[in-house]
């Protein structure tokens, strides 16, 4: 379901929602997801191309990371219930670039990218290495 929805974002001028992905979502999901407000759960709406593209990654996400020395067995973090809300161990995306370039020994602080004539970091201005992902 999720999947779906990203693709109608970062493919949205070659999908047509109305042909393509409502007819999936009304079969899978709009019994728990539809357009009747009284049957909704979670508050998560998915019958229109913008409710659709609003749960995507909207405040909790999950990754999976393997080799080049993350940690093996790993879990770090939790979300709520229903996948939406991050409750335990939130992290920022520019923490994860910051771990993945400390993963591959770049240190995030010192490479930068000229962008619009300004040096500017990859991971910003924030980005902080989350030890418990990596094995040293």
């Known amino acids: 379901?999720?999947?779906?929805?990203?693709l109608l974002c970062t493919l949205e001028d070659r999908i047509n929602f109305g042909l393509e992905v409502r007819p999936i979502l009304a079969r899978r999901c709009f019994a728990c997801h539809g357009p009747d407000t009284?049957?909704?759960?979670?508050?998560?709406?998915?019958?229109?191309?913008h409710d659709a593209?609003?749960?995507?990654?909207p405040h909790g996400f999950t990754i999976w990371m393997a080799g080049g020395?993350?940690?093996?067995?790993?879990?770090?973090?939790a979300t709520d219930d229903f996948g939406y809300h991050a409750i335990e161990n939130p992290l920022e995306i520019h923490d994860l670039h910051a771990t993945m370039m400390h993963?591959?020994?770049?240190?995030h602080e010192s490479l930068t990218i000229n962008h619009g004539g300004r040096e500017m970091r990859l991971t910003d201005v924030h980005g902080r290495v989350v030890r418990?992902?990596?094995i040293s």
Do not use: F, W
């Open 1 to 6: 379901m999720l999947l779906l929805a990203a």
């Open 38 to 49: 009284d049957g909704r759960q979670a508050d998560l709406a998915l019958h229109t191309s």
């Open 53 to 57: 593209a609003e749960v995507i990654n």
């Open 69 to 77: 020395g993350t940690k093996p067995g790993t879990v770090y973090g």
């Open 103 to 107: 993963l591959l020994g770049v240190q």
């Open 132 to 134: 418990d992902l990596c």
